[in-house]
């Protein structure tokens, strides 16, 4: 089956405290992506990733870090997380940057106490 | 930069036709697109339409673009309870890195 999946769902852990969440997609796509969602604010991008080895930083990457060394994962690093990184976080992906439709993993429910 | 704003909430009795409004500001925007949301799941994509198109219809789905107003809306007839999500409008634009920004999202109740 199609999909992309995203490691831990769930998570609860304090300041400062080291921690990394995966992405992973089964689809060879060459586009991939993370997002954040805040209520009242939408979607924002984090990082992007236009193939292995490149990526970028979206609307609001402060605080993040991420990596593509495979085709198929792209991480996302939060190296010092603080309470206002409490959130829902998406990644997504798409065959490459001109397709139409990105594929959205189920989110991984932050909370930075 | 690129804006998209959509109102927070929306309710209508199980039957009724729900009409989703949508504006943007870029009025270099390839594709806009519908996405839902269900509780505690990720998005998923429900239909787009191209920008040099006025009207999209797919089976309860009518999309509706008004380009000279930057103005999408998503008809959804005969809503069901299962309608019920957040539904996010969102543009690509033309640029060379296509980057889509998507709205705050509406979410959708349905009373049976």
């Known amino acids: 089956e199609a999909q992309v999946t995203q490691n831990p769902r769930y998570l609860i852990t304090v300041t400062g405290k080291k921690l990394t969440v995966t992405c992973s997609q089964n689809m060879n796509h060459e586009y991939m992506s993370w997002y954040r969602q805040d209520p009242g604010l939408g979607l924002r991008q984090i990082y992007y990733?236009?193939?292995?080895?490149?990526?970028d930083k979206g609307d609001v990457p402060e605080g993040y870090k991420v990596s593509r060394k495979e085709k198929r994962n792209f991480p996302l690093i939060l190296e010092s997380p603080s309470p206002n990184q409490t959130s829902l976080y998406f990644c997504?992906?798409?065959?490459?940057?001109?397709?139409?439709?990105?594929?959205f993993g189920p989110g991984t429910r932050l909370t930075v106490t | 930069g690129e804006d998209v704003e959509q109102s927070l909430f929306l309710s209508v009795r199980e039957g009724d036709s729900s009409v989703i409004n949508c504006t943007y500001t870029?009025?270099?925007?390839?594709?806009l697109y519908w996405y839902k949301q269900e509780p505690g799941a990720g998005l998923q994509l429900l239909t787009y339409i191209f920008s040099n198109m006025d009207m999209k219809q797919d089976q309860r789905l009518t999309v509706l673009l008004n380009k000279k107003d930057k103005h999408l809306s998503l008809r959804i007839a005969d809503t069901q309870t299962g309608d019920s999500a957040i539904y996010f409008c969102a543009e690509r634009n033309s640029g060379g890195y296509q980057k889509v920004t998507f709205g705050t999202g509406t979410k959708l109740q349905v009373i049976p």
């Open positions: 997504a992906s798409s065959r490459d940057r001109n397709s139409y439709e990105q594929y």
């Open positions: 990733s236009m193939n292995v080895e490149v990526t």
């Open positions: 870029d009025s270099s925007s390839t594709y």
